[in-house]
Structure formats: C-alpha cells, structure tokens
C-alpha cells in the first residue's frame, strides 16, 4: 500500500507565505522514473479528493501534491485580490524549483487541469507529458455544457436554484441542498463518496473558491468567468493524455474541443465515471495512467 512507501511533507515559501507540499514514494526513482506532480481542482479545493492517485507510487515512482495558495494547509493570505491563475502558474515554477523536479510528469484535475495548460503555454522545460482530467479550455464554453445538464435536473431543483440565486441566498441550506442533486449526477457518482473525497469537499476554501469561481459550479461570477485559451492550445507540444468521465460535468462536447486543440493528444473516457474518474473507476484509471507515464518515462 501507498501508506508504507517514503512520505515527507513540509512547506515552501512563496509570495511571503507558506505552500504546503507532501511527496510519495522515493526520491532515488525520479533517475530513472519522473515523479508526477499533481494540481488539483476547485479552485479552492485542497489536494485531500486526489489521495488515492498516491498509489501510482506502488509502481516505483513518487507522487507530489501541494495544496495551492489559500487552500488546505497552505497559508489563507486574507487578501482575495491575490488569487489569479497568473499567481497559481507562478507557485507551479516555485514548487518545482524549491524541490528540484528538474523533471516530471504532470497531471491537473478540474481547475488543476486549466492551470496546467496555463503554464504548458510558459513552455516550460522538464515536462515529459501532460495529464489532464476533466479540464476544460474555455469557461465560457464550459458554462453552455454545464447548463444544457443543468436543464435535465427535476424542475423543483431548478426552481429553487434560480430562486437562491435571483435573491443572493446562495449560501443557505436549501440551494446546497438542490446543488446535491447536480453533483451527485456529474461530479462524484459514487455514494457515499469516500473519506478522502468529502474531507475534500468539506475543506474547501471560500476566500478562493468564491473569488475565481463563484458560489456553484454553474453560477460561476468569479475571475476566470471569461478565462479562455481555446485559441492557444496548439502551443502545448508535449505528449498529452486526456481523462474524463462520460457523466461529467465536463462533457465529452467540451473535452472534444481540448482534444481538437492540442495536435497529437490522446483522450479516454470513463464510461461510469463524471467528474472524479480517478475515484468512480479508480482500477482502470490506475492501469491508464501507469501505462502513460512507462510510455513517456524517457521523454
């Protein structure tokens, strides 16, 4: 199990405050072995809803994870202003410098998946291949998928989130409760979701969440509201594989347009899966992403 490989944990300093890192397995394989580093989603979220991926470790190569900026246990700055995908591509460079991953893998799950291809745009050396879990391009673009799903939920659960949200009530008890139904159908299909998953979800971080995003996952007012690099994905050259669910609130339409956009890109779709492939159909995910990363080792 994961749990007997080497762990260590610590923080990096950034910005003039504390980015909290935990790395997985032995740092002798990373010779022979990049180690994949992952960016996880919310944005908000702490790393906790990717925990499992920690088993690829078992296979002989170490698996890093950090909680972003104001999230988990990484310093809250106070200061909602900061959080900006320019500031996340930046704390990419600044984990990899502070813990020498000259080389690596990379995965993004959700928002991890858009920052990712953020900074694949910085060309950035030392990235053997791309992993991206239900990401999308475009925001805006996602938000017409998201909606059409929205559109299928039983029209008592519409009428209360329009309502909630035509009143700025967002936050009380009976929205997230419709919200429940959305997410049940198109972010997490397994019920109860498992330990990891909701200590996730309990933890997420509202001074970043509500700032970039929103308060739902399609009522999204924030920052990145208008983030789109549709155009630019054919600057993103390295090998790139695709993850995403059939379900998901990511939709196939709108993972068909990444995979249009960045030549020579590879995409598996989880046919029981929505948004947490890795967690809905974690075996095949496992058996996918290893046979990836072997495949690009020597990139």
Same mark, same amino acid.
């Given at each position: 199990m ?6 260590? %944990? ?7 405050y504390?980015?909290? &890192?935990?790395s ?14 992952? !960016? ?6 702490p790393?906790?809803?990717? %925990?499992?991926?920690? +088993? ?10 950090y ?15 900061m959080y ?7 704390? =990419?460079?600044?984990?990899?410098r502070?813990?020498?991953l000259?080389?690596i893998?990379l995965?993004g799950?959700?928002w991890?998946?858009m920052?990712? #291809? %953020?900074? #694949?745009?910085?060309?950035? +050396?030392? =990235?053997?291949? !791309?992993?991206?879990e ?8 996602? @938000?017409?998928?998201?909606?059409? @799903? ?7 659960v519409?009428?209360?989130? @329009?309502?909630h949200?035509a ?5 009380s008890?009976e &929205?997230?409760?419709a919200?429940t139904?959305?997410?049940?159908r198109? =972010?997490?299909?397994?019920?109860? &979701?498992p330990?990891f998953?909701?200590?996730?979800f309990d ?8 700032? #970039? ?11 990145? +509201?208008?983030?789109?690099? @549709? ?9 790139? !594989?695709?993850?995403?669910g ?8 709108? #993972? ?18 929505s ?5 809905e ?11 990836? !990363? ?6």
């Open positions: 994961a749990s007997t490989l080497p762990v260590s %944990e610590g923080y990096i300093p950034f910005r003039g504390r980015t909290w &890192y935990k997985v397995g032995d740092p002798a394989s990373d010779a022979t072995r990049p180690p994949l580093l992952a !960016l996880h989603g919310g944005p908000g979220a790393h906790d809803y990717l %925990e499992n991926i920690a +088993k690829l470790a078992q296979s002989g190569r170490r698996v890093i994870f909680d972003q900026l104001g999230c988990g246990r990484s310093d809250r700055t106070g200061r909602p202003e900006t995908a320019p500031l996340f591509v930046e704390e =990419v460079g600044e984990v990899r502070a813990l020498g000259e080389r893998h995965l799950q959700s991890g998946g920052l990712a #291809m %953020e900074y #694949m745009l910085t060309q950035p +050396k030392g =990235v053997a291949s !791309l992993l991206i239900s990401s999308p391009a475009s925001v805006p673009l996602w @938000l017409v998928e998201v909606n059409r @799903l929205r559109q299928e939920l039983p029209p008592e519409q009428t209360t989130l @329009l309502r949200e009143a700025g009530t967002t936050s008890p &929205y997230q409760q919200m139904v959305f997410y049940d198109h =972010v997490c299909r397994v019920s109860p &979701y330990d998953v909701q200590r996730g933890n997420i971080s509202a001074e970043v969440y509500e700032t #970039m995003n929103g308060p739902s996952e399609f009522h999204v007012i924030g920052t990145i +509201k208008d983030w789109d690099i @549709l155009s630019r994905l054919g600057e993103i050259i390295h090998p790139t !594989l695709l993850l995403s059939r379900h998901d609130e990511v939709t196939p339409a709108t #993972m068909a347009r990444v995979h249009c956009g960045i030549r020579g890109s590879e995409w598996v779709i989880f046919e029981q899966s948004h947490l492939s890795h967690v159909e974690e075996a095949r995910w496992l058996e996918v992403v290893n046979e990836w !990363l072997r495949r690009y080792d020597s990139m």
